[in-house]
Structures are given as structure tokens and as C-alpha cells.
Antibody, heavy 128, light 107 residues
């Protein structure tokens, strides 16, 4: 069964740090880019960060740049999100998601990317 | 960053209704557009990618269309399992921004 399981969430003060983990199973982990997406309770989805298959390329949402770092350990089938200088507005449910890819017809080396497998999420609360 | 704007924010409909949700990108994203469904307390589920390609197993009543900046998700005949919130997301560039969501509830 294809599965993603997040952990590492918790409660911390503003300015604190947390490290989220996501363990993948049921698929070849290093065949896929991965992403973190968060959701404030009752609000919409927000893409936070993504990382390529081998970890050579990363991307971040503007409000987390310089504070969050995404990484992966393909030997451990694991994805991480190191979150530093946390703010109250970082409070959310954080999902780990597998990125699927399909070739763009007739255009070499271009792909459509989408998040096709999601974990259940881990909750981060930043409060004074 | 590319902004994604969905409308309506919410809609009420009955089983069997045809429902249309729109998503507008702040600039041309060709057809790099995904649609997700989310039910309360659950993780999102991918329905459509490349604006109109259904993920295997997604019912054919879900129809995606559009290109450039304007996209639509149509549910041709709403079923009880379809009451949920729907999100569009662009995959043209980073950050991979989402629309604000459209909640579909029972009239």
C-alpha cells in the first residue's frame, strides 16, 4: 500500500523550531519529487515547499523562505521540513505529498506535476 | 507569484445538479492546472491534472477544461459523495499556488 506518514508536529513558542518528518512506503521514493502543504483549520490549502527526486532542487513559499528547509534521505525513504523562527501564522496542519509527473505530449523534458498521494498530516501550533 | 482565484466561494446544490467551479490564474499557465477534492477531516485527493486529464479511478462526471488563465471544473451530475471542497492548483511555476477553494454543500 502506498502510504505517507508524517510526524514531528507539536506546540512551540514564537521563535521556536520544529522538524517534521514524513516516511514513505509502498513506492520507489527516489522516483518522486515531494512536497509539503499546510492548512490552517477551516481555511484553504497552501503549498509550502517542494524538493526534487535527488534533492538537488528545492522551492519555497515566500513567507517561509529563509526560515524553513526541506530535505530528504532517500536511503530512509524520508522527507523532512526543518522549521525555524516559527511564527503564530505558521500554525497549521502540515501534509506531506508525493509529486507525480506525466510527460507533456510532444514536448520533450516537460512534465505535468501534481500531488497524487497525501499523508494524514501533523499539527503544528505556535503560540505564546 | 501566480495568484489563483476560484469562484464561487461556496455553492449549494442538489443531487443530480450540474455544478461548475471556475479558477482564474493571474497569468498564463497554459494547462498546468490541477484539481483536488477535500472532505472534512481528510487529506486532499487529486482529481484532475493537466487541466482536463482525470486521474485513474475518478468518475467521468468530473470534467476539467480550460487553458491559459481560465479553467473550469464541472460535475455533470452531482452525487452524494461529491459534497466537498474543491481546490485548483497551478503547477506551472514555483510556488505551486492553490486557489482559495469552493465548498459544495447540499441545498
Amino acid at each position: 500500500e502506498v502510504q505517507l506518514v508524517e510526524s514531528g508536529g507539536g506546540v512551540t513558542r514564537p521563535g521556536g523550531s520544529l522538524r517534521l518528518s514524513c516516511v514513505a512506503s509502498g513506492f520507489i521514493f527516489d522516483d518522486h519529487a515531494m512536497s509539503w502543504v499546510r492548512q490552517v483549520p477551516g481555511k484553504g490549502l497552501e503549498w509550502v515547499s517542494g524538493i526534487s527526486e535527488m534533492g538537488g532542487f528545492t522551492g519555497y513559499e515566500d513567507s517561509v523562505k529563509g526560515r524553513f528547509t526541506i530535505s530528504r534521505d532517500n536511503a530512509k525513504n524520508s522527507l523532512y521540513l526543518q522549521m525555524n523562527s516559527l511564527r503564530v501564522e505558521d500554525t497549521a496542519l502540515y501534509y506531506c505529498a508525493r509529486v507525480g509527473a506525466s510527460s507533456v505530449p510532444g514536448v520533450s523534458n516537460y512534465h505535468y506535476y501534481y500531488m497524487d498521494v497525501w499523508g494524514k498530516g501533523t499539527t503544528v501550533t505556535v503560540s505564546s | 507569484d501566480i495568484q489563483m482565484t476560484q469562484s464561487p466561494y461556496s455553492l449549494s446544490a442538489s443531487v443530480g445538479d450540474r455544478v461548475t467551479i471556475t479558477c482564474r490564474a493571474s497569468r498564463d499557465i497554459h494547462n498546468y492546472l490541477n484539481w483536488y477534492q477535500q472532505k472534512p477531516g481528510r487529506a486532499p485527493k487529486l482529481l484532475i491534472y493537466a487541466a482536463s486529464t482525470l486521474l485513474t479511478g475518478v468518475p467521468s462526471r468530473f470534467i476539467g477544461s480550460g487553458s491559459g488563465t481560465d479553467f473550469t471544473l464541472t460535475i455533470s451530475s452531482l452525487q452524494p459523495d461529491d459534497f466537498a471542497t474543491y481546490y485548483c492548483q497551478q503547477s506551472y511555476t514555483t510556488p505551486r499556488t492553490f486557489g482559495g477553494g469552493t465548498e459544495v454543500d447540499l441545498k
